[in-house]
């Protein structure tokens, strides 16, 4: 199976501007989270889908907002960018359960988004 | 709440010596542990997952880690550092509750000299 694709894989925006990053999981994952990387905050969650519903939020603001479609791809979104909104944004699909549990998280390349 | 703490940011060793990072967890419940390593521009790979059962838990490239609830603690171990083990180490922690969602440590940088 091909693993969770992620794309663009670098992007570069200026202030004000808004981005769209795109996730394909696992074939037959309907589980979508979607994770910030920066050297000064380390790994934190952003969002969770499951079967097109958000299941899950994180400590963002607003600008932040994600969907996922029939086909379980999923799309985050950043709003009036900010400078401090650089990062490395991280997808990971699960597999089909609900409930969560031990089900292994499996993470794509990652978006490497720069604010300039 | 689940919290992960990860002891010592930047950890050195020779190669075909011990690797030991450290890792230990808060969980109300009992936890689900995880441990991931993440190579330079690319994504998390998992190396193992405590979920139930037995304590010591056995993971790819060689790596393992014991559960032990008393200390909190899930340390990962390597008994024989290779110079392709040098990558950035998270250990993370899933909160229960119908969620996938994991709470990661501020990660451990490690260095295999030669």
Same mark, same amino acid.
């Given at each position: ?8 894989? =670098? ?18 994952? $309907?589980?979508?989270?979607? =994770? ?12 969770? =889908?499951?079967?097109?519903?958000? $299941? @899950?939020?994180? @400590?963002?603001?607003? $600008? ?6 029939? @086909?379980?791809?999923?799309?985050? @979104? ?27 998280? =499996?993470?794509?390349?990652?978006? $490497?988004?720069?604010?300039? | ?5 990860? *002891? ?6 020779? #190669? ?8 230990? &967890?808060?969980?109300? %419940? +009992?936890? &689900?542990?995880?441990? &991931?390593?993440?190579? +330079? ?8 997952? &405590?979920?139930?059962?037995?304590? *010591? %838990? ?5 790596? #393992? ?13 390597? +008994? ?7 990558? #950035? ?20 940088? *490690?260095?295999?000299? +030669?």
């Amino acid at each position: 199976k091909a693993g969770v694709t992620q794309t663009p894989r =670098y992007l570069i925006k200026t202030r004000g501007q808004q981005v769209t990053l795109s996730c394909s999981p696992i074939s037959g994952h $309907r589980s979508v989270s979607w =994770y910030q990387q920066t050297p000064g905050q380390g790994l934190q969650f952003l969002f969770e =889908y499951f079967s097109e519903t958000q $299941r @899950n939020k994180g @400590n963002f603001p607003g $600008r932040f907002s994600g969907r996922q479609f029939s @086909n379980s791809r999923s799309e985050m @979104n950043v709003s009036t960018l900010e400078l401090g909104d650089s990062a490395l944004y991280l997808c990971a699909s699960t597999d089909k359960k609900a409930s969560g549990g031990a089900d292994t998280q =499996y993470f794509g390349p990652g978006t $490497r988004l720069t604010v300039l | 709440a689940q919290s992960v703490t990860q *002891l010592g940011s930047h950890v050195s060793v020779s #190669e075909g010596a011990l690797v030991l990072l450290r890792c230990n &967890y808060s969980s109300s %419940v +009992p936890p &689900y542990l995880f441990w &991931y390593v993440q190579y +330079p521009n690319q994504g998390l790979q998992l190396l193992l997952k &405590y979920t139930t059962g037995a304590t *010591l %838990v056995k993971g790819i490239n060689g790596f #393992e880690a014991e559960f032990k609830k008393s200390e909190t603690s899930f340390h990962l171990t390597k +008994p024989s550092a290779h110079m392709s083990d040098a990558a #950035e180490y998270f250990c993370a922690v899933r909160p229960g509750g119908a969620t996938n969602k994991l709470i990661f440590g501020t990660g451990t940088l *490690l260095a295999v000299q +030669p």
